[in-house]
Each structure stands twice: as C-alpha cells, then as structure tokens.
C-alpha cells in the first residue's frame, strides 16, 4: 500500500530511494519468518493435548528468538543505515537520500515481526478472530496515515507512519489480545521477553555507532556494518536467558 501511494506522490528518484530503502528492509521479516514457520504446528499440537504451560513457555522462548535474530537486525540497519547503504551501494547521493528511511522501516518492520506473535497463539487455538480484526482497523487506520503523512513529509514522512502504527499495534492491540487470552502475560513477555534483549542490544549498537568512525570508503563502510552487527547479535543472545541457557549447556557437553 505504500508502494502505491507513494508512486503517486514522489517524484521518479525519490520513490527509487524509497524502494532500495524498503527493500533493505524487508531482510528483518525475511530472517523471522522461519520461526514462525517452526512454532505454529508445535504451538498447535501442545494446545490440542492441553500441554499449556509449555505452550506458554515455547510462546515466550520463541519471542526470544526472533528478538536476538530480527531485533539485532533491526538495531543494526537503523543504527548504521549509511554504512550499510553505501557498502552495498557505492553512490553517496543514494545513501544520503535511503538511509533516513531505512531507518525507519527497519525498526518498523523489527516492531512487526514482534507484534505477529498473538496470531501465533490465535492459530494454535484455531480462532483468529482478534487478527482479523485488528488487521482491518490496522489497515483503516494506517493507509490515510501514510497517504497524510506521504504528502506533508514525503517517504520518511510514510516511514514515520508505518513505525508509529507498529509501535502502537504491538503496545495496544498485542497487548488486549494478550488480556483475552492469556490474562497477566503481557507485560512479563513485553519485559522478560522482549525488551529485556532489544535494549541492551540497543545500547551496543548506538554505543558502537559513536566509536567506530567511517573513513569514507565502501570496504571499511561494510567492515563498520559487520561489526556492529557481530556486536549487536551478541549483546542479544547474551541478555537472552534462553541463549544463555543453550549456550551453557554447550558449554558443559563439551568439558564433558
């Protein structure tokens, strides 16, 4: 939708900015959605032999997957989009012109991939109401959203857009649809769960994108991106008790 409206607004070369932007992008739901792949037939089957507690264990360890994988990601491409953009790119006019709005839709698509988790819990008990519903107020509220937005402020003014529309989703409805369900969870998987790996992997990334000046060419702009990439996957996993616990567990297998 935002594709559409913005090729009716932008000028040829913006819009063109705007698709290189989205398409770098689009990696973070790309890297998240074998998870999904992965947990909805195990979250079904658990449910269908009333196994809760490990419905909500697997629900909660899984959010912790894609926080580490997408939410690194994430933190990465909106905390050194030029970097990025200019390694893969080489044209200067390019990055300047992309990096604002990679920016936003990195973390736009990095609340995204969080805010599909109630869909997981919806399929495994076989009643997607709440999706369909909040889908379609999603839907009514964000394309005049972005059409505004789009008009007064162009594709970063979209980007702007679809980064508050995802925040809110996963703030609001995520958390409603988390009280229907699952009565008192919302706000430990939002802590425990997700918060507790994004923001230290958050602080890395902003810290590490202060200290590691560019020097200017394509090579040591795409050296600057892996590390703080490296960096980032690593903050995550160690602030994951799940990675953690699977890394200990290595750890004692192999002294074994």
């Known amino acids: 939708t935002d594709k559409l409206i913005l090729s009716g607004i932008l000028p040829l070369a913006d819009y ?7 398409l770098a992008a689009s990696v973070i739901t790309v890297v998240s959605a074998p998870i999904s792949t992965a947990l909805m037939p195990r979250m079904a089957r658990l449910h269908a032999e009333g196994r809760h507690d490990e419905v909500r264990r697997l629900y ?19 905390v050194c989009p030029e970097s990025l953009l200019f390694a893969w790119s080489g044209d200067r006019e390019v990055t300047q012109a992309a990096a604002p709005i990679l920016r936003l839709y990195a973390v736009g698509n990095g609340l995204l991939a969080l805010g599909a988790f109630p869909y997981y819990l919806q ?39 679809w980064v508050a529309m995802n925040a809110a989703y996963l703030l609001l409805w995520v958390g409603y649809v988390h009280s229907r369900l699952e009565p008192g969870l919302h706000g430990r998987w939002l802590a425990n769960d997700v918060l507790a790996v994004v923001l230290p992997t958050l602080i890395v990334g ?8 560019s020097s200017g060419g394509r090579l040591s702009e795409a ?34």
Not at 16 to 22: E, H, I, K, P, R
Not at 225 to 246: G, Q, T, Y
């Open 16 to 22: 063109g900015y705007f698709t290189l932007a989205v």
């Open 60 to 78: 909660g360890q899984s959010a912790q997957l894609v926080s580490v994988i997408a939410g690194s990601l994430a933190v990465t491409l909106a």
């Open 123 to 161: 399929y495994a008990r076989g009643d997607l109401r709440y999706h369909l519903i909040g889908n379609v107020v999603l839907a009514l509220v964000l394309v005049p959203a972005i059409a505004q937005a789009a008009v007064l402020a162009g594709a970063v003014g979209a980007g702007w857009a």
């Open 206 to 213: 902003l810290m590490l994108s202060l200290l590691l000046t």
């Open 223 to 256: 050296g600057r991106s892996l590390i703080i990439a490296l960096a980032c996957l690593l903050a995550a996993a160690l602030a994951s008790p799940l990675m953690r616990s699977h890394a200990l567990r290595a750890f004692r297998s192999s002294r074994a």
